[in-house]
C-alpha cells in the first residue's frame, strides 16, 4: 500500500515554457500533499503544502505565482512550473501523507529547463 | 544549529558489518521521527517510523531513539551493498505536524 505517482518522469523543455507535473496516489486519499525540490547533492526543500480544496500554502522564498498548485481531488496533485527557466532545472518530488503524520514520495520529475 | 542534524558522510562499512547512522535534532517537543533512504538519481524511500523512547526492530533495521538526549539512530544489520546509499532522518514540525524537517543525509557505503 501506500503508493504515490509522478507523471512524467523526466521532461525537458524550452525557456519560457510552462511545465505540469501531477502527483497521484494510488491506493490511498491524501488530503494533504508535499511538494519538493532537491539540487544535486543537496537535501530536499519543502516547497509548498498542498491541501484537498484549498489554497497551497508555500514556504518562505518559494514564489507562488511561478509554481502554481491545484489539489482538485483527494487523490490527485498538480504542480505548474510557469515561465520556466534554466535555474528552474531540478528534481521535483512530491509526496502524499497517508495516516496522522508518515509521507510516502513519489518517483520524482527531472526538469532541465533548455 | 539545524534543526536536523546528521554527518554527511561517507560511512563506509564492510559487507555484514553493523552500519550506524545517527541524528539529533533541536526541538525537544518533536513527535515523530522518520528514516528515509534515497538511491542515488531516485526520491526517498520510507525505511522506519519510530514515536516512542526505545528501539524498534524491522528485518535487519532497528531505530533507537532517545528523546532526553535527542537523538535518533538507524541501525543496518548484516549490511550489502544494495544497501550504499543516502539515508535521510526526518522528524516532525512542531508547529506544523504535518510537515517533516529534514537532515541533510548521511551517505553509507557498503563494500564487498
Known amino acids: 500500500g501506500a503508493v504515490v505517482s509522478q507523471h512524467p518522469s523526466r521532461v525537458i523543455c524550452k525557456s519560457g515554457t510552462s511545465v505540469k507535473i501531477e502527483c497521484r496516489s494510488l491506493?490511498?486519499?491524501?488530503?494533504?500533499m508535499f511538494w519538493y525540490r532537491q539540487f544535486p547533492k543537496q537535501s530536499l526543500m519543502l516547497m509548498a503544502t498542498s491541501n484537498e480544496g484549498s489554497k497551497a500554502t508555500y514556504e518562505q522564498g518559494v514564489e507562488k505565482d511561478k509554481f502554481l498548485i491545484n489539489h482538485a481531488s483527494l487523490t490527485l496533485s498538480t504542480l505548474t512550473v510557469t515561465s520556466a527557466h534554466p535555474e528552474d532545472s531540478s528534481f521535483y518530488i512530491c509526496s502524499a501523507m497517508s495516516g496522522a503524520d508518515t509521507q510516502y514520495f513519489g518517483p520524482g520529475t527531472r526538469l532541465t529547463v533548455l | 544549529q539545524k534543526e536536523v542534524e546528521q554527518n554527511s558522510g561517507p560511512l563506509s562499512v564492510p559487507e555484514g558489518a553493523i552500519a550506524s547512522l545517527n541524528c539529533t535534532y533541536s526541538?525537544?517537543?518533536?513527535?515523530?521521527f522518520f528514516w528515509y533512504r534515497q538511491y542515488s538519481g531516485k526520491s526517498p524511500e520510507l525505511i522506519m517510523s519510530?514515536?516512542?523512547?526505545g528501539d524498534k526492530e524491522d528485518g535487519r533495521f532497528t531505530a533507537q531513539l532517545n528523546k532526553a538526549s535527542q537523538y535518533v539512530s538507524l541501525l543496518i544489520r548484516d549490511s550489502q551493498p544494495s544497501d550504499s546509499a543516502t539515508y535521510l532522518c526526518a522528524v516532525n514540525d512542531p508547529r506544523n505536524t504535518d510537515k517533516l524537517i529534514f537532515g541533510t543525509g548521511t551517505r553509507l557505503q557498503v563494500f564487498p
Open positions: 526541538d525537544r517537543v518533536s513527535q515523530s
Open positions: 491506493d490511498f486519499q491524501a488530503t494533504t
Open positions: 519510530i514515536y516512542s523512547n
